[in-house]
């Protein structure tokens, strides 16, 4: 497995796989892998020659209240998983030539990022777009995948590539669980065993809303309360940010659930902003 640091190495050795006539599957991600990365490795492989990995911890997508300096990292690791999922080349650009330091273009998409993670996270979603538009032109990928744990950061990573016209099959992939539910994501190693027991009321509330349209419940505020009392009911000091019922793509909020709407949530438990989702 190879290692780049250089875009200009990057973009170099992405002109001469694709001369190679082999096609080229990408995963962008922040490093710190856990399973549910290695899932989205193991389907880009799946789909692509070569897969390239991106570690890159984007500090446009980070607000300045929030620990940019603080988020996990473990780039030894990270090779070492990558490796072992099958990745072909990791790519670790500097911040410093990511975001020179006249850098002022951006990216963004304009409607899809206002609800949700968005409306409580104002710049986050123009600094995400932004970096995979730059990782999509330095690496020239025919492949990428996303989580589908990051629900809205994969529709609008869809929208932006739709719009751009990159000519990129443009994969969203399940969430990977522990075998508890708990949706996995780097943020689960800052609990204590007890206050990871807590973290499944978001995966207790979204059972709890699934069961209910099985049965036939279709309106949302009902649903919604009823989350709300699962959550509590697993972590009395959870804080609700959002339990939102919206179309797939459109992210339009839906009051008659019916099959298919995705139900999803951000809950903080014990300090830490946990968010996950369900299709209903
Ligand atoms: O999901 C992530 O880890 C990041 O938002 C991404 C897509 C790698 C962009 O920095």
Not at 58 to 76: C, G, H, S, V
Not at 92 to 103: L, Q, R, S, T
Not at 189 to 208: D, G, P, S, V
Not at 219 to 234: L, T
């Amino acid at each position: 497995m190879q290692i780049i640091r250089s875009i200009k190495k990057m973009q170099a050795a992405a002109r001469q796989i694709a001369g190679k006539g082999q096609t080229i599957g990408l995963v962008p991600t922040m490093g710190f892998l856990h399973e549910g990365h290695l899932s989205l490795i193991r389907r880009a492989k799946k789909e692509a020659d070569v897969v390239i990995v991106t570690i890159f911890v984007n500090p446009a997508q980070f607000a300045p209240t929030e620990d940019l300096a603080k988020y996990p990292r473990d780039e030894k690791g990270d090779i070492r998983k990558i490796e072992g999922a099958g990745g072909d080349i990791v790519f670790i650009p500097k911040a410093i030539d990511v975001y020179p330091e006249d850098f002022q273009t951006y990216v963004a998409v304009e409607k899809l990022t206002q609800t949700l993670e968005g409306a409580s996270r104002p710049t986050h979603f123009r600094g995400v777009t932004t970096v995979v538009a730059k990782l999509f032109n330095i690496t020239r990928p025919d492949v990428a995948v996303f989580g589908m744990k990051d629900y809205q950061q994969a529709v609008v990573l869809g929208q932006m590539t739709r719009d751009l016209g990159y000519p990129v099959k443009y994969i969203i992939a399940p969430t990977v669980r522990e075998k508890d539910g708990l949706a996995m994501s780097s943020r689960n190693k800052y609990f204590t065993a007890a206050q990871r027991i807590e973290a499944r009321c978001l995966y207790y509330a979204l059972l709890t809303a699934k069961e209910m349209v099985e049965s036939g419940v279709v309106a949302a505020g009902k649903i919604e309360r009823e989350m709300r009392s699962a959550v509590k009911a697993s972590s009395p000091s959870a804080q609700i940010d959002y339990i939102a019922f919206t179309d797939f793509a459109t992210l339009r909020t839906i009051k008659r659930v019916a099959k298919g709407t995705i139900c999803s949530l951000a809950v903080r438990v014990h300090g830490v902003r946990l968010i996950d989702n369900m299709k209903l």
